[in-house]
């Protein structure tokens, strides 16, 4: 049986109380599951932007998509989880990875690292953290001593063997890294690609109790009988895809609403993509695409 649809908005911009109160409510008004937000330079600080929105909302769960792992120290890092997770009322899902920004690291003066040096990193980031929130004599504590669910994101073979490992929540993000960027630019990888990338994950967790939820990031919504100026921007930025490539990227859900939503459902069946997550300018362009979905499985 398919896993229920749950859906995620990530909100990038930082802004007074009254503001980020006010899209944090709009976006539990049209439905969202996950209230999520980032962790790079000039956008929130993560925590207490979560702990500010659950002070606005009732519903939504709170969630880091995803923390930086090169940015905090698992001792440090455990106190602001549980501090996190007690004061949104154990409504917090931490989501991490490798981090992929060398520029933001040089900013920080904060070491960077080969991949295997990252991917090590976050490896003891989460077994200590792990370790640290699982002990009874740990200071502060979670909501209810409850576990924190935790996401993982990242392609990698080693990076999927510590997600079979650890994580509750798998994080794809249908892209990857331009070889040489140091700004963390990104390009879109198509269907096959993606679809190894999941068969890869499947054979590593083959072993786990219960399986884990899967995660995709949609970088493009727009509900239109016209995608074509929507993808115009996309096509600029990536000049050897063609339209109808683009319209096929599984990060993009670009047409009539009810293609959308049926593309969606192909996804969940495809890849088993159940949880989906968009970035803040689409938040109200998928709206109407969570509703249709949900009355559908009602």
Not at 1 to 16: E, H, I, K, Y
Not at 236 to 248: K, N, Y
Request: hydrophobic share 40%; with cysteine.
């Amino acid at each position: 049986m398919a896993r229920r649809f749950r859906f995620g908005v990530n909100l990038l911009t930082p802004s007074p109380t009254a503001e980020w109160r006010a899209r944090c409510r709009r976006a539990e008004e049209l439905g969202y599951d996950v209230i999520l937000v980032p962790d790079h330079l000039g956008m929130v600080a993560p925590f207490p932007a979560l702990v500010a929105a659950a002070g606005a909302t009732e519903r939504p769960r709170l969630g880091t998509f995803v923390l930086n792992a090169g940015f905090w120290n698992p001792t440090l890092l455990a106190r602001e989880v549980a501090t996190t997770h007690a004061l949104t009322g154990g409504r917090l899902e931490l989501g991490l990875g490798t981090g992929y920004v060398r520029s933001e690291h040089e900013a920080a003066g904060l070491p960077y690292g080969s991949p295997r040096e990252r991917v090590d990193h976050l490896r003891r980031t989460v077994e200590e953290l792990e370790r640290l929130l699982g002990a009874d004599e740990h200071r502060p504590r979670t909501a209810a001593r409850s576990r924190v669910p935790l996401l993982l994101g990242g392609s990698g073979d080693r990076m999927l063997r510590l997600t079979a490992e650890h994580a509750d929540i798998v994080g794809f993000t249908g892209t990857r890294l331009v070889p040489g960027s140091t700004t963390g630019k990104l390009e879109p990888v198509g269907a096959d690609a993606v679809d190894e990338r999941v068969a890869r994950y499947r054979e590593l967790a083959a072993g786990r109790a219960e399986p884990a939820e899967l995660n995709l990031l949609i970088q493009l919504v727009a509900v239109t009988d016209d995608p074509e100026p929507a993808l115009e921007p996309l096509l600029e930025r990536q000049p050897g895809l063609t339209l109808d490539q683009a319209l096929a990227l599984p990060i993009v859900l670009a047409g009539p609403l009810e293609d959308v939503v049926r593309r969606v459902r192909a996804q969940r069946e495809r890849f088993g993509f159940s949880y989906l997550t968009v970035l803040e300018p689409y938040m109200e362009a998928f709206a109407p695409v969570m509703a249709r979905l949900r009355e559908e499985s009602a």
